[in-house]
């Protein structure tokens, strides 16, 4: 073996063995791949220079509920790394360039409270964030993009748990926001440091950077989607022409699920209606769309609410990702006392969700994921504690919003192709629309016309 000489092998004092990559990877075939894939690449790189290994954890292999949510993984890489003088939180999908990455920790001092990352900040207070009124004091990472802890910070931060234990609030919305607060609060007031390396997109000069999603077949046939939208009548002539003229128009077999018939409207599908929570609903929504995806073999069910707004063409290329004949949850994950371990996590109903057939008929067949109440939180019962007990977990897409673009950071936003956005409250969600999807949506309608005709 020849060892490659570089310039920085005699000064670094960091080993790349003291470096923890902690990957927040997920269970899901595509999404576990994509972890091994990012850590077989820097174990690639980093044998060229060095036989020293930096250590790895992907997430899902831990025995640990909420891991996405960091405050699970403190302890825990705490006490089995030590000596580690860094620790690279990042996502399945984040790039990075290794060797550049060890030449940009050594810049900093990894006995102090260090916390590196590609800072985001909001403009106004935002559901997303609880409203929080000091908003621009608070960085917070993209997490695509990772971010670093040093030892000391880490160290800092575990005593903090066992002390004070984790932040009382029951609802995991935002975990880097969240954890962010909680650092700021009980890490002796740390702020995370925007370091320009540490990219949104990739240009030049990154060390790390979000990877864009690319399909992994062409795209699904839209032939293979049913779309179950939740309506009922006052939102007839409000939400369901704006959805019809924007994103519902792109969709081949859907039902708008109401409580009552409309002749002004095509495809209505009378179900019970519930004032609250509405689980009974959606319950009645399962078993219906249940028996049409088996009778036409439609692959995947999409439930979304009357005021979400989707990209057809993007769900039907982020879909080529996922098996259909595995049980498959994919939406935006939201945590329920996930970080007092006595929780779940939940598919959030508002951004829109997509089930595969065999999960739809699963759910149906179980007596466990029948309704307590008819007005239960439909989310948080059939997509969380119903998942849980079928033995399923929801996978994240971190491209569903369950709010408005503005309620984002736009930094967040330009790091990805977002897949839906939700609610029409002080937006004009046709311009939404337009802004967001309509392009992308254009111009995967050429291809259906000479695919599906
Ligand atoms: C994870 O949560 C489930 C309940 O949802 C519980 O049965 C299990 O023991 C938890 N696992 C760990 C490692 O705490
Ligand atoms: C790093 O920080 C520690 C603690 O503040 C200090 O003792 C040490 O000298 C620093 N090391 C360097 C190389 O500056
Ligand atoms: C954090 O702050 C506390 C009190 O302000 C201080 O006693 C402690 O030494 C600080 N910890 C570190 C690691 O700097």
């Not at 030449?103 to 990894?110: E, F, G, M, P, W």
């Not at 009378?270 to 249940?290: E, M, R």
């Amino acid at each position: 073996m020849i060892p490659v000489m570089t310039d920085q092998c005699d000064v670094s004092p960091i080993y790349t063995s003291n470096i923890v990559v902690v990957v927040l990877s997920q269970h899901e075939g595509y999404h576990a791949a994509h972890a091994k894939l990012l850590k077989d690449k820097i174990i690639e790189e980093t044998l060229a220079f060095d036989q020293n290994l930096p250590k790895f954890v992907l997430t899902h292999e831990e025995h640990l509920n909420g891991s996405w949510t960091y405050f699970p993984l403190i302890p825990i890489l705490c006490s089995r790394f030590p000596k580690a003088e860094w620790f690279l939180f990042c996502s399945d999908n984040t790039a990075i360039k290794f060797q550049e990455l060890v030449k940009l920790l050594d810049n900093y001092n990894a006995s102090k409270e260090y916390w590196l990352g590609h800072a985001l900040y909001d403009k106004d207070p935002t559901i997303i964030h609880h409203f929080a009124d000091q908003p621009k004091k608070l960085k917070y990472p993209n997490v695509a993009s990772g971010f670093a802890i040093s030892n000391t910070l880490m160290k800092l931060l575990n005593n903090r748990l066992k002390i004070h234990g984790v932040p009382e609030t029951d609802f995991s919305i935002d975990a880097s926001y969240e954890f962010a607060n909680y650092i700021f609060n009980k890490g002796n007031g740390t702020r995370l440091t925007h370091v320009p390396e540490f990219c949104g997109f990739f240009t030049a000069n990154c060390v790390t950077y979000p990877k864009g999603f690319h399909a992994c077949t062409n795209s699904v046939s839209r032939g293979k989607i049913y779309v179950a939208v939740k309506t009922y009548d006052a939102n007839h002539q409000s939400r369901i022409p704006i959805i019809s003229k924007t994103w519902l128009k792109h969709v081949k077999n859907y039902g708008l699920f109401s409580n009552v018939e409309d002749k002004k409207l095509k495809n209505v599908i009378v179900v019970p209606n519930t004032k609250l929570g509405h689980c009974a609903k959606t319950y009645a929504i399962l078993q219906h769309v249940d028996k049409i995806l088996q009778s036409q073999r439609i692959d995947w069910l999409v439930i979304a609410d009357d005021d979400t707004i989707f990209s057809i063409a993007r769900l039907t290329r982020l879909l080529t990702c996922y098996n259909p004949n595995n049980p498959v949850a994919l939406g935006e994950r939201y945590g329920f006392r996930v970080i007092h371990n006595d929780g779940y996590e939940y598919l959030t109903g508002g951004a829109g969700l997509v089930l595969s057939a065999p999960l739809v008929h699963r759910i149906v067949k179980s007596a466990a994921c029948k309704c307590p109440r008819s007005t239960t939180p439909d989310d948080m019962f059939i997509f969380g504690i119903c998942l849980n007990k079928v033995g399923v977990r929801p996978t994240h897409s971190p491209l569903f919003h369950q709010a408005r673009p503005i309620d984002y950071s736009m930094d967040y936003l330009s790091s990805q192709e977002p897949v839906s956005f939700h609610k029409f409250w002080m937006i004009d969600p046709i311009q939404v629309y337009e802004q967001w999807f309509k392009e992308a949506d254009y111009m995967l309608q050429s291809t259906w016309q000479h695919t599906e005709l």
